[in-house]
């Protein structure tokens, strides 16, 4: 199993960027997958939660409206939309697969984004 | 939003001995939580899911025990690669899965 984060970089303040993740080694279409963000220095937030088929995507209330969670099962991807970036958006975004009702099993490295003018 | 409360905050230990770390939910949670280990740099690693259940590949050096709002994570003979950040999760009432704010293990 292997999550490839990829998309992070230096964006400014009310910018948009649009993170991936490509996932390989599983059958990615059988499982939930979520986004996961750090802070530099600080704990582990949960961002989004999109079911297999895509029925069904949860957000955390801070980030409801300006992030959005998709994925393209044909390509083993998973993505999330970032518009209107505020500073304490800066964290390392992890995606992560879902296991069971609500944890994670396995994680990619991780893609940095940073909000700064 | 369940909050969940870790302590202590800090907690240095010798190698070989033995670390309890806390978690605290601000309501029931049944067994739903699960714990991770983090190393600087590294992403997260499941550790337990279901309260007490080791996750694939996990020693049996590391348990965790608890249900309803208190859980601990016990790691025994702790070794050099133990020496990490911990978070707990819950995931019983979600949206939002909410984490706390991590113990970090440090050698004594």
């Known amino acids: 199993v292997q999550l490839v984060e990829s998309g992070g970089g230096l964006v400014k303040p009310g910018g948009s960027l649009r993170l991936s993740c490509v996932a390989y080694?599983?059958?990615?279409?059988?499982?939930?997958m979520n986004w996961v963000r750090q802070a530099p220095g600080k704990g582990l937030e949960w961002v989004a939660s999109?079911?297999?088929?895509?029925?069904?995507?949860s957000y955390a209330d801070s980030l409801k409206g300006r992030f959005t969670i998709s994925r393209d099962n044909a390509k083993n991807s998973l993505y999330l939309q970032m518009k209107s970036l505020r500073a304490e958006d800066t964290a390392v975004y992890f995606c992560?697969?879902?296991?069971?009702?609500?944890?994670?099993?396995?994680w990619g490295q991780g893609t940095l984004v940073t909000v700064s003018s | 939003e369940i909050v969940m409360t870790q302590s202590p905050a800090t907690l240095s230990v010798s190698p070989g001995e033995r670390a309890t770390l806390s978690c605290r939910a601000s309501?029931?949670?049944?067994?739903?939580v699960a714990w991770y280990q983090q190393k600087p740099g590294r992403a997260p690693r499941l550790l337990i899911y279901?309260?007490?259940t080791r996750a694939t590949g996990v020693s049996g050096r590391f348990s965790g025990s608890g249900s309803g709002a208190e859980f601990t994570l016990t790691i025994s003979s702790l070794q050099s690669e133990d020496f990490a950040v911990y978070f707990c999760?819950?995931?019983?009432?979600?949206?939002?899965?909410?984490f706390g704010h991590g113990t970090r293990l440090e050698i004594k």
């Open positions: 992560a697969r879902g296991q069971g009702g609500g944890t994670s099993d396995y």
């Open positions: 080694g599983f059958t990615f279409s059988s499982y939930r």
């Open positions: 999109i079911s297999s088929s895509s029925s069904s995507m």
């Open positions: 309501q029931s949670v049944s067994n739903n």
């Open positions: 279901g309260a007490s």
């Open positions: 999760q819950q995931y019983n009432t979600w949206p939002p899965i909410t």
